[in-house]
């Protein structure tokens, strides 16, 4: 099947598996990582302890309500290595849980098998950050990451019956012809979600004079992967300089965008090119977006859970509302900046 009978055959198939479009954001809980040491990720750039990381629960909590007001999803909790015990991250994850009204996704890390047997049903799966096709490109980019823990990471969530994720960087060296492996993992390790990313060359990193891959090579890596896997999650990261490739990868068989900062695409100009890609994207699809990203009233300075909520924890909410002048005090900078960018 040549690229664009391809492009054609996997937008028939998600549309005829899916009824929606996801608008996600990643909340991240650190920005720093003891390992510092993937190739391609600024954190290996960030020199400072891990305590010039770390993100207040209040500005988490209070990020969390406004993803919730616009009706958008949350991705994952990701941070990087050595920031936060797994008691921490668990505490984190049924507030954030009782906020959304939904399980969460983390993109933490690996936990051994008597961590991730701290969580309840707050969790809904985990993701491997096996970052490309293959084990040996993967060594040389993480060198201080383990494939086979990562593997056996997702071996753990499966016993615990929680559902699995990988991420993929599309542009760190990677070959066409590997993709097999990719599905290979899919299918043998019965992958729940898979996040794709784009390279964004980070300076100080190898990659700060590389180009990010091709719209159409992206294309094509989506498309093939939803015809084979026609029921799989498939989130497709972005930058604020490519929006233009939010129709063509819904179209390819993307279920949902992400990889950009709510604040500033809620707040600028940005917003109304994304909004206008869904829009055109909708007049030919069944499937909708039914969140916002230009409804600045969405967004209050108040404390409010779910009405019918998937997952609900009443003595978390106490301690969420405990917490409320300092979660509004954040919530009300974050709209300031927002209404100060419009």
Same mark, same amino acid.
């Given at each position: 099947?040549?690229?664009?009978?391809?492009?054609?055959?996997?937008?028939?198939?998600?549309?005829?598996?899916?009824?929606?479009?996801?608008?996600?954001?990643?909340?991240?809980?650190?920005?720093?990582?003891?390992?510092? #040491?993937?190739? @391609?990720?600024?954190?290996? =750039?960030?020199?400072?302890?891990?305590?010039?990381?770390?993100?207040?629960?209040? !500005?988490?909590?209070?990020?969390?309500?406004?993803?919730?007001?616009?009706?958008?999803?949350?991705?994952?909790?990701?941070?990087?290595?050595?920031?936060?015990?797994?008691?921490?991250?668990?505490?984190?994850?049924?507030?954030?849980?009782?906020?959304?009204?939904?399980?969460?996704?983390?993109?933490?890390?690996?936990?051994?098998?008597? #961590?991730?047997?701290?969580?309840?049903?707050?969790?809904?799966?985990? =993701?491997?950050?096996?970052?490309? &096709? =293959?084990?040996?490109? @993967?060594?040389?980019?993480?060198?201080?990451?383990?494939? #086979?823990?990562?593997?056996?990471?997702?071996?753990?969530? $499966?016993?615990?019956?929680?559902?699995?994720?990988? $991420?993929?960087?599309?542009? /760190?060296?990677?070959?066409?012809?590997?993709?097999?492996?990719?599905?290979?993992?899919?299918?043998?390790?019965?992958?729940?979600?898979?996040?794709?990313? !784009?390279?964004? *060359?980070?300076?100080?990193?190898?990659?700060? #004079?590389?180009?990010?891959?091709?719209?159409?090579? %992206?294309?094509?890596?989506?498309?093939?992967?939803?015809?084979? &896997?026609?029921?799989?999650?498939?989130?497709?990261?972005?930058?604020?300089?490519?929006?233009?490739?939010?129709? *063509?990868?819904?179209?390819?068989?993307?279920?949902?965008?992400? +990889?950009?900062?709510? +604040?500033?695409? %809620?707040?600028?100009?940005?917003?109304?090119?994304?909004?206008?890609?869904?829009?055109? @994207?909708?007049?030919?699809?069944?499937?909708?977006?039914?969140?916002?990203? =230009?409804?600045?009233?969405?967004?209050?300075?108040?404390?409010?859970?779910?009405?019918? *909520?998937?997952?609900?924890?009443?003595?978390?909410?106490?301690?969420?509302?405990?917490?409320?002048?300092? /979660?509004?005090?954040?919530?009300?900078? %974050?709209?300031?900046?927002?209404?100060?960018?419009?």
């Amino acid at each position: 099947m040549d690229f664009p009978d391809r492009l054609t055959k996997a937008f028939e198939v998600t549309e005829k598996h899916f009824d929606s479009i996801n608008i996600e954001r990643a909340i991240f809980l650190s920005y720093y990582c003891d390992l510092k #040491d993937c190739k @391609f990720c600024y954190m290996s =750039t960030i020199k400072s302890g891990p305590k010039k990381g770390l993100r207040s629960i209040e !500005s988490l909590f209070a990020e969390a309500f406004l993803v919730k007001m616009a009706n958008w999803k949350v991705e994952f909790l990701s941070s990087g290595y050595g920031v936060y015990d797994t008691k921490k991250i668990a505490d984190i994850a049924k507030g954030i849980a009782c906020i959304t009204g939904e399980p969460v996704w983390l993109n933490t890390g690996i936990l051994e098998k008597d #961590d991730l047997s701290v969580f309840e049903n707050e969790l809904k799966g985990v =993701t491997a950050s096996i970052e490309t &096709f =293959t084990e040996e490109l @993967f060594q040389k980019l993480c060198p201080s990451k383990n494939w #086979d823990k990562l593997i056996n990471f997702l071996d753990i969530a $499966t016993e615990l019956g929680y559902k699995k994720g990988v $991420t993929i960087i599309l542009g /760190i060296g990677e070959k066409r012809e590997d993709l097999e492996n990719l599905f290979e993992i899919i299918k043998n390790y019965k992958i729940d979600r898979v996040t794709f990313y !784009s390279l964004n *060359p980070h300076k100080g990193t190898i990659f700060e #004079d590389s180009v990010p891959p091709t719209s159409l090579y %992206y294309l094509d890596i989506v498309s093939e992967t939803r015809l084979m &896997f026609p029921e799989l999650e498939i989130v497709t990261g972005i930058w604020s300089d490519r929006i233009n490739l939010v129709g *063509p990868l819904l179209l390819a068989g993307s279920n949902g965008i992400t +990889k950009f900062s709510w +604040k500033k695409f %809620y707040g600028s100009k940005l917003r109304k090119s994304l909004t206008s890609e869904i829009q055109e @994207f909708e007049k030919i699809s069944k499937r909708r977006f039914k969140g916002s990203m =230009t409804d600045i009233s969405l967004l209050q300075n108040k404390l409010k859970f779910p009405e019918d *909520p998937l997952y609900k924890n009443e003595a978390v909410e106490k301690e969420i509302i405990e917490r409320s002048d300092q /979660i509004k005090e954040r919530i009300e900078s %974050y709209i300031s900046e927002i209404r100060l960018l419009k």
